[in-house]
């Protein structure tokens, strides 16, 4: 009775003891490299890093000669302060957010040329040498006014400088334009001076306006009343005509206590 249950033990064993032993080698060899999502795999093997970048999910390695570097593909944001100069040397606090992403098919290429920190390596400083350099076209007062012109020309050359090192940028704002509180008090004044003088522009040309239409209206009433007086002068009916016009229909009174009409009004009987 003992005998086969002795056999059966050692069958059951050496199963157990494969799986055992496969466990321990995964655990201390991990022949295994996962690639999540959004990320891509840099194969490295005795140091040289792989011709390819892997893509998401489980990938072989071997033991203690290759490993596998994961990198972040997905967009990134990042808000960000600088200090810039105008072109008129005037100091100028930028706020801003850049989208940006490594090219997914290129992630080895970055690791092998850059290395995991590439945002500080490559990124960043191109970021800011390209809006010191955009900024400085600027005067501040005009930089204000011609913000989004600015900023789409930042966009442009960032995307430019930038694709061949690997890194695509979607998307650059300037979200505040921020100058000392001097300059910010000398712009409004300017501002109100230039309204003001507008306003007082406007008023002259009304009263220029004004006058204009005045002298017009006394031309033409001078013209008329001196078409009227030749008219008058050259025709004795006209005359009697306008006196009608303005009689009340009074007669006139003398001293002699009579009225007497002051138009001939029988004319035709001379």
Not at 68 to 82: A, P
Not at 112 to 127: A, C, F, K, S
Not at 201 to 207: G, H
Request: aromatic fraction near 8%; include cysteine.
């Amino acid at each position: 009775m003992s005998a086969p249950f002795n056999f059966q033990n050692k069958d059951l064993a050496i199963p157990v003891l494969i799986v055992v032993l496969l466990v321990v080698f995964i655990i201390i060899c991990n022949p295994i490299a996962m690639v999540g999502v959004g990320e891509r795999g840099v194969k490295v093997t005795l140091g040289k890093v792989s011709p390819e970048s892997y893509g998401e999910g489980i990938h072989l390695i071997t033991p203690f000669i290759s490993k596998i570097k994961n990198m972040d593909v997905k967009t990134q944001k990042r808000f960000i302060e600088t200090s810039v100069y105008t072109k008129d040397i005037q100091q100028a606090k930028i706020t801003y957010v850049i989208n940006y992403n490594l090219q997914p098919d290129n992630a080895h290429k970055m690791y092998r040329e850059v290395g995991m920190h590439y945002e500080d390596t490559i990124l960043m400083p191109v970021v800011e040498g390209t809006i010191k350099d955009v900024i400085g076209k600027w005067n501040a007062q005009d930089l204000v006014a011609n913000r989004e012109i600015a900023t789409r020309e930042i966009l442009t050359k960032l995307q430019k400088h930038l694709v061949d090192n690997y890194i695509n940028v979607t998307d650059f704002q300037m979200t505040a334009i921020n100058y000392s509180a001097v300059f910010e008090r000398a712009i409004e004044s300017k501002v109100t001076a230039q309204q003001e003088a507008l306003k007082a522009k406007n008023k002259t040309v009304q009263i220029e306006e004004e006058a204009k239409q005045k002298l017009i209206s006394a031309e033409a009433e001078a013209k008329s009343m001196s078409i009227r007086a030749n008219a008058l002068s050259r025709n004795k009916a006209l005359v009697e005509y306008e006196a009608v016009q303005k009689w009340d229909g009074k007669l006139p009174e003398y001293m002699m206590g009579n009225s007497i009409p002051f138009i001939n009004l029988n004319s035709k009987n001379k």
